[in-house]
């Protein structure tokens, strides 16, 4: 009698035994508040236009509901054996196919970073740095983690690596002009690169610490002193990102032009006070305020629900780092600390650069606030990495590693 082979399963309704369900609650969470805020955030972009909100709405739902199905069969699904080296070459030929496909459709503020699919009515975008940003974590769990007993060589474990990471950011940077992210992807891998125990490595390793630390002292050199500026003025940078340096450095600078969109967000962050205006009643948004709904939402977040509201967004966020962190030093399995600490590094890095941006300290880069601006590709690359992650708690609690 043949036994008859069993079916694979794609589609789940709930999340496995073992997983965390704080994370879990603290997705939920910023699916819901993210979906509710994109909604009162676009009120202001086209007043009157009721049917603009409905359509952005309506597409908000439609990708958090697709990343939280895309989470569930990560979280199922994945293994170790996913992630095999061999595994890798189709999905890093179908990202970087999208990365440079990027290029053949209009610019947005100077960057080639999206693809548009048009609908009826409307139009979907893609924007594939997003999920370069989860398939690079990967890259690394699979090509460094756990070898610390084998005899491999520095150049034999990371030729492959170092080669799929370079075609990412080069594609990044020298064909979409995205230096945000192609910053995230380097500080992300950066720190992921810190987690392999292996002999060979270690000079690697203390190098990439020396980089990552000149990097940081670089751009604080950069933003301030007078010698910084005028080496911003000489970088070989598109303009609209030297504009978005000296921003940071005054917002007066330009107020309005390349300034406008800063001094509206540092308004709206002053007029919200403790407690905000209430959910809706943002006065700011009403102004003439571009990207309310992506890269600023923060602003109009803060102004509606104050202070308060703000901590209690950061306090979610904190939750999710504070448990992949947790599950972090208990495991010894490389591959799922690489993971675990990646996807913490992706949410960190973007809070970093998201805040920073929105309120001067740090130049703006475009990297949205996850799972609360307007964008499918973000949330749903997100969700993935979560799920991912979640998979990898699920077979720690359940015995299946170490």
């Given at each position: 009698m043949t036994k008859t082979k069993k079916k694979k399963k794609w589609i789940y309704t709930k999340m496995p035994k073992g997983y965390d369900k704080l994370i879990h609650l603290a997705v939920i969470i910023l699916m819901v508040f993210g979906t509710i805020m994109i909604a009162s955030a676009s009120m202001g972009l086209k007043t009157g236009d009721n049917r603009y909100l409905i359509i952005t709405v309506v597409k908000q739902i439609v990708y958090v509901t697709f990343g939280y199905a895309l989470m569930l069969m990560a979280a199922n699904r994945f293994k170790f054996d996913s992630i095999r080296g061999s595994n890798f070459p189709p999905y890093v030929i179908a990202v970087v196919g999208a990365l440079i496909a990027c290029r053949a459709f209009k610019p947005v503020n100077g960057s080639y970073g999206w693809i548009r699919i048009p609908f009826p009515g409307t139009q979907v975008t893609i924007q594939?740095?997003?999920?370069?940003?989860?398939?690079?974590i990967l890259i690394v769990a699979a090509y460094c983690g756990d070898f610390k007993r084998s005899f491999k060589g520095f150049w034999e474990m990371m030729k492959v690596p170092i080669l799929f990471l370079c075609l990412f950011l080069g594609i990044i940077l020298v064909v979409q002009h995205d230096l945000g992210s192609a910053v995230v992807i380097f500080l992300v891998t950066c720190v992921c690169y810190l987690i392999p125990e292996h002999p060979q490595l270690k000079t690697f390793q203390t190098v990439?610490?020396?980089?990552?630390?000149?990097?940081?002292?670089?751009?604080?050199?950069?933003?301030?002193?007078?010698?910084?500026?005028?080496?911003?003025?000489a970088l070989p940078l598109e303009n609209y990102q030297i504009n978005r340096f000296l921003s940071a450095i005054d917002p007066t600078i330009d107020k309005y032009n390349s300034s406008y969109q800063l001094l509206k967000g540092l308004t709206s962050?002053?007029?919200?006070?403790?407690?905000?205006?209430?959910?809706?009643?943002?006065?700011?948004?009403?102004?003439?305020?571009?990207?309310?709904?992506?890269?600023?939402?923060?602003?109009?977040?803060?102004?509606?629900?104050?202070?308060v509201g703000f901590l209690l967004l950061m306090s979610v966020y904190c939750l999710i780092l504070a448990r992949l962190f947790y599950y972090t030093l208990k495991l010894r399995s490389e591959k799922g600390r690489i993971i675990l600490t990646g996807t913490a590094m992706y949410l960190l890095v973007h809070l970093f650069f998201n805040i920073g941006g929105v309120t001067g300290l740090i130049p703006l880069t475009g990297v949205p606030l996850l799972m609360i601006s307007a964008g499918g590709s973000s949330t749903v690359a997100f969700m993935l990495a979560i799920g991912i992650s979640q998979a990898v708690i699920r077979m720690y609690?359940?015995?299946e590693i170490a």
């Open positions: 594939p740095s997003e999920f370069a940003k989860v398939v690079a990439l610490k020396i980089v990552f630390w000149c990097f940081v002292g670089f751009v604080i050199f950069l933003l301030a002193t007078d010698t910084g500026l005028k080496i911003i003025q962050f002053a007029s919200g006070g403790w407690f905000g205006r209430g959910f809706g009643n943002s006065v700011l948004k009403y102004s003439d305020f571009p990207e309310t709904n992506t890269d600023y939402i923060l602003a109009i977040l803060v102004e509606e629900f104050g202070y609690n359940r015995k």
